[in-house]
């Protein structure tokens, strides 16, 4: 290849990067007042439609199932006739058991009208349509502000028993500090229902006598999501704050978060005067007013965008098109030493969810209080202008590449150069070799995407 081309090629790549360094585009559109999802190892979405506000739009109460390819494959269920709809009640969460291919379980968060309950029901999926509905955890619920009775449900990566919920204080200030009820709190629960007699605040197994015992934490004010680390199984949670602070916090077993005593890092309505109660486990990080709302949150483990490696990553409802990058350091990851604010360049207000996908790129849903929300999905802009190396004369395996990768040329190079060049431009890599087969050590190269260029052409690689 000139040097020419090459420069031609290469100014192309990664001007593009510069010059919109993301690009967004829909998966599903058409979805009614959704506020989270889930996304399955097999590429499918479960989504979660929580109902307008009133009986008039609870026909909207849906969990409907999509494929990978956004196309709807049908309504697991249908709360029309169950749910209450009303401020931030509604159908909130979705969980798929760790074992869904052996039990096809399929869990939801709802609020049920009557009797008024915070429920957590398992369906048996079956031809993705929920069947034998079974409660596996009820709250009595009696009709209040309307607010804070809501959460998420998920599982923790590697333990296929345990479902974590989270619920608000019920608008309650004083319900965050009491261990005799489920509100303001992080409950942790067997799948079946059960209760674990291994959490922290477990008496009598019984949750309506001395403490309720499915807590695992407590001194929340209204805990919109939460998230398993893939990288160390660390619990992080988004908190939204009354008027001062948003926060983001670890969620340690039996710890205490302070409200309604502290919001954010201060004391609840201050920004001067400090928490500083070591019987109160602080926040890593927070927002001051005005609170942005503070919704799904994420730690981004993949090779496709280096720049959010093991980052936590966080949406919120009141900034349009803002996602927070947050970078984790500490022996336990539970330390924001950097935050960054990502401006992407399509306008998206009212996110409420973020997740990973499997290939790599980033899913938010636009939803909420709207009744045309949709899952846009976030990919680096490079992805569609690599296709320029398909037509390198070699073959390169594997990639992504941890320690080695082996390039296979059709037709052997004598004393030829190979680059690896990253997305500044800049060579990280040089090498003169012969020879149709050619290994490159990579153990001294960062994880990233690289450019691996020959006198064959140029290929798109991953270091993982």
Not at 243 to 265: K, Q, R
Request: glycine share 8%; charged share 15%.
């Amino acid at each position: 290849m000139t040097r020419g081309l090459f420069s031609f090629i290469f100014s192309v790549f990664f001007s593009a990067i510069s010059l919109a360094q993301y690009t967004v585009s829909d998966v599903i559109t058409g979805l009614k007042y959704p506020v989270t999802f889930e996304i399955t190892s097999d590429g499918n979405y479960y989504v979660a439609q929580k109902g307008g506000d009133g009986f008039a739009t609870n026909i909207d109460a849906q969990i409907k199932k999509f494929d990978n390819t956004g196309a709807l494959l049908g309504v697991l269920w249908d709360f029309t006739d169950s749910v209450e709809t009303y401020f931030e009640r509604g159908v909130l969460g979705v969980a798929v058991d760790p074992d869904f291919a052996t039990n096809n379980f399929v869990y939801v968060f709802y609020n049920h009208a009557s009797p008024a309950q915070i429920r957590v029901v398992r369906f048996t999926e079956v031809n993705h349509v929920g069947t034998n509905p079974t409660i596996i955890f009820s709250y009595n619920d009696p009709f209040s502000a309307g607010n804070h009775t809501g959460g998420n449900i998920h599982f923790k990566p590697g333990d296929n028993q345990h479902l974590f919920i989270t619920i608000g204080d019920r608008a309650t200030q004083a319900n965050a500090q009491l261990l005799t009820n489920p509100c303001g709190k992080y409950l942790r629960i067997n799948k079946d229902g059960s209760i674990p007699t291994d959490n922290p605040f477990y008496d009598d197994g019984n949750p309506l006598s001395g403490n309720d015992d499915r807590i695992w934490t407590y001194g929340h004010r209204n805990s919109f999501d939460f998230c398993f680390s893939p990288i160390n199984d660390s619990l992080y949670a988004s908190e939204n704050g009354l008027n001062t602070w948003d926060e983001v916090n670890v969620i340690h077993e039996g710890d205490n978060y302070g409200w309604p005593t502290c919001e954010g890092y201060y004391l609840q309505n201050s920004t001067t005067n400090l928490c500083n109660n070591s019987n109160y486990t602080d926040p890593i990080d927070d927002w001051s007013a005005p609170v942005p709302s503070v919704t799904g949150i994420m730690v981004y483990d993949h090779p496709l965008m280096p720049e959010f490696q093991g980052h936590l990553l966080v949406v919120t409802y009141n900034n349009t098109s803002k996602l927070y990058d947050m970078t984790l350091s500490g022996p336990g990851l539970d330390q924001v030493t950097n935050r960054v604010t990502v401006t992407l360049p399509t306008s998206i207000n009212g996110m409420t969810d973020i997740a990973q996908g499997l290939e790599g790129c980033i899913y938010v849903i636009k939803g909420g209080y709207t009744a045309n929300g949709s899952i846009k999905k976030i990919c680096p802009s490079n992805m569609g202008l690599i296709d320029l190396s398909e037509k390198a004369n070699f073959v390169m395996s594997p990639n992504p590449a941890a320690d080695m990768v082996r390039l296979e040329f059709e037709e052997a190079l004598t004393n030829s150069s190979i680059e690896l060049i990253d997305l500044t431009g800049r060579v990280v890599y040089t090498e003169t070799v012969s020879g149709k087969t050619i290994s490159i050590n990579l153990n001294s190269v960062s994880p990233g995407i690289y450019l691996v260029s020959t006198a064959a052409g140029l290929r798109r690689l991953v270091v993982e």
